[in-house]
């Protein structure tokens, strides 16, 4: 079976109602390379195929629409996107919860998920969680707490609640989401090394949609930024980052254990030998590269370890109020407390991993992280 750029910008046209396609075409690159991996490897079934074919057609849809929204309001591209704040690092490291609990606080803006494909229209003032687009999300969430139970025990997103922005570079199909959920040899490798300038771009524009009418300092969950962190400073040059750190061996084997149970549309042991051989090399860069930029540029990262934000989250993130310059208030606390008591660790179910049942040991992995851990030593 085979799957093609027309077929993907026939369903693109058709959602949308017959919009054009986008100003630019750097959008083509990476969807061309994912549909020739798919093609040779032949991995996909049934459902996997139709999967793959909506998500595309949902990246492609919601770029013409952002884009549309431009060329209907062109005094968003002159709206400053003032000192977001970017929350990286390995996957599995509290960037999560670090991010709800920023989003608590009222002054600040994060992408909500149903927000990621509904980029425009915007929603009303004041209607973000009230939207009927944001209703329709989040009636899907407890179908998804059904059905796929161990996903959501590792990572459960609910629709009104902040997501990763993924979802927006994914739009210009440039983003490490594309690569994981699927076997995409040659599309996962170039996402490593490829230019991000056109999806950071993109990424700057429609978050010029989004504050348009609900504004605020916004808070940016992607921990495969890590891997693009130049990119970040070009595109928004008054940015803040926080880097998460955890031991490199839990968030190793936790992280294949998280995708391995997003991969579902192809055999087991085809998935198992994919991650082995791709994903080492891509944890290890989420290290590797943010530390190779802090040491070039002492003082502009904070650094927030995982123990502490589990151990005392509040007294954690009271310190990075103080890095930022940003005031404490008592309502931002109040909201941060409120938020978790409603969500305690393993609210959905126990995430369970290990080293051990993917063939490795520590002393397998530790070549990866052994830089970065003389920097920051936080293995256990």
């Known amino acids: 079976m085979t799957l093609t750029m ?12 017959g919009l054009g396609l986008p100003d630019c075409d750097s959008w083509k690159e990476g969807l061309e390379i994912l549909l020739k991996d798919h093609a040779r490897e032949q991995r996909l079934t049934e459902r996997g195929w139709a999967s793959v074919r909506n998500r595309y057609v949902d990246c492609l849809a919601a770029r013409m629409q952002v884009d549309d929204w431009h060329r209907r309001n062109p005094a968003l591209a002159q709206q400053p996107v003032e000192r977001p704040v970017f929350i990286l690092g390995l996957p599995r490291t509290g960037t999560t919860m670090l991010s709800y609990m920023l989003e608590a606080d009222p002054a600040n803006r994060s992408m909500l998920r149903w927000e ?21 999300e989040v009636a899907k969430d407890e179908m998804i707490l059904k059905h796929a139970g161990k996903v959501a025990a590792a990572h459960f997103e609910p629709g009104d609640s902040p997501t990763e922005c993924v979802h927006l ?42 504050q348009s009418t609900n504004p605020g300092r916004w808070v940016l969950k992607m921990p495969s930024d890590a891997l693009f962190i130049r990119q970040i400073y070009k595109t928004f040059p008054d940015a803040k980052v926080i880097w998460t750190h955890r031991d490199p061996y839990k968030a190793f084997a936790s992280s294949f254990a998280m995708r391995a149970g997003s991969r579902p549309f192809s ?91 993917w063939g490795w040991s520590k002393e397998d992995i530790a070549p990866y992280f052994a830089d970065y851990l003389r920097a920051h030593p936080v293995a256990e």
Not at 122 to 127: E, K, S, T
Not at 173 to 189: I, N, Q
Request: glycine letters at 4%.
């Open 6 to 17: 027309q077929a993907i910008i026939d369903g693109a046209i058709e959602k949308t109602g």
């Open 116 to 136: 990621a494909y509904n980029v425009a229209p915007p929603a009303a003032p004041g209607a973000l969680r009230s939207d009927p687009r944001c209703l329709a």
């Open 169 to 210: 570079v994914a739009q210009d199909f440039r983003s490490l989401m594309l690569a994981v959920t699927t076997t995409t040899p040659v599309y996962h490798d170039w996402i490593l090394f490829t230019d991000m300038e056109s999806a950071f771009a993109h990424r700057k524009r429609a978050l010029q949609v989004l």
């Open 267 to 357: 055999e087991a042991d085809e998935n198992r030998d994919y991650m082995k051989h791709h994903f080492p090399l891509q944890l290890a860069l989420h290290a590797s590269r943010p530390l190779e930029f802090a040491r070039e540029n002492p003082g502009l990262i904070y650094d927030l370890y995982y123990r502490d934000l589990v151990s005392d989250p509040i007294a954690t993130v009271r310190k990075i109020y103080a890095w930022l310059g940003d005031d404490w208030t008592p309502e931002a606390e109040a909201a941060m407390r409120g938020w978790l008591a409603a969500n305690p660790q393993n609210k959905h179910g126990k995430h369970s991993y290990s080293l051990e049942e």
